[in-house]
């Protein structure tokens, strides 16, 4: 007998940022709202892994100032890919002009192990 699919999963998602060197400002000046803005989410639980994608090793790991950020990547839990982007749609960096919501990808997710 064929199991039901679950009602929730949990799904990749990989936002680019907009192009243009007022982006990566941009991004800076409103990362301190973008992580406040999370207690919730992370009390809530949905959301299980997150953070900026680079596109070199910084020069200072300790200074943001110094990334090159290409855009964001997270594991979350949702109902279906439509779900997923609906949980980030009104992050500050959609609201700012920041991540490239259209271009995002979205991709189911099997863990095959996850340390804790």
């Not at 109902?79 to 960096?93: F, L, Q, R, T």
Request: aromatic residues 10%; glycine residues 6%.
């Amino acid at each position: 007998m064929a199991t039901a699919p679950p009602t929730e999963y949990e799904f990749v998602l990989v936002i680019p940022d907009k192009p243009g060197p007022e982006v990566r400002a941009k991004r800076l000046q409103v990362r301190p709202q973008h992580f406040s803005d999370m207690t919730p989410t992370l009390k809530d639980g949905w959301l299980k892994m997150g953070g900026g994608i680079l596109n070199e090793v910084p020069e200072d790991d300790n200074d943001p100032n110094t990334f090159d950020f290409a855009g964001s990547i997270m594991v979350l839990v949702a109902k279906s890919k439509e779900d997923a982007i609906n949980k980030v749609k009104d992050d500050i960096y959609v609201r700012a002009g920041v991540w490239d919501l259209e271009k995002a990808q979205v991709y189911p997710f099997k863990k095959g192990f996850r340390f804790e």
